[in-house]
């Protein structure tokens, strides 16, 4: 009996198909559906490689699923949406700040905005890399940039 070696490559045109993850749930699903997608065999590989020692923990596959969401966001929306979908169903949320009263606790400054609103003064103009939070845990913050009323110039830091 012959058997072609695991890492063999495939010699058809067609995009890799992957094997459905060994752990279930609403991230593992979401993760398998983008490895799965043929957008990126890079991707796939970091995929299968979360799944090769057996059914990662929660943390693993939130983990994955932020990161692989950060990479293909903008050029594939749809992707990006089963990816925030699968985190949404197991609890994790997406932190934008756009219009909130900046909090160095809560965001991290990227730059700042000159505005001649005075009331607009320190209220995040807009969030540069989305924050997830998992329940009442902050994973990560995001990353903004800060209206600053009378400030000389756009896109410095505060």
Known sequence: MSHAPSG????????PRRAAPA?????????????GSGISQALAQQVERLFAEGPPGREALV???????DQIAERHPRL??????GLNRAGVREIVA???RF?????EAFGTEPTERPELHDVVAETVKRGYADGDRVIRVPQVVVYRHGAPGAGTAP
């Open 98 to 100: 756009d219009g909130q």
């Open 103 to 107: 909090d160095p606790r809560a965001h």
């Open 80 to 85: 990006a949406g089963t990816l925030l979908d």
């Open 23 to 35: 752990a279930s749930g609403p991230m593992a699903e979401a993760l398998a559906e983008v490895a």
């Open 63 to 69: 983990e994955a699923c932020i990161g692989c969401r």
């Open 8 to 15: 063999a490559p495939e010699t058809s045109g067609a995009p």
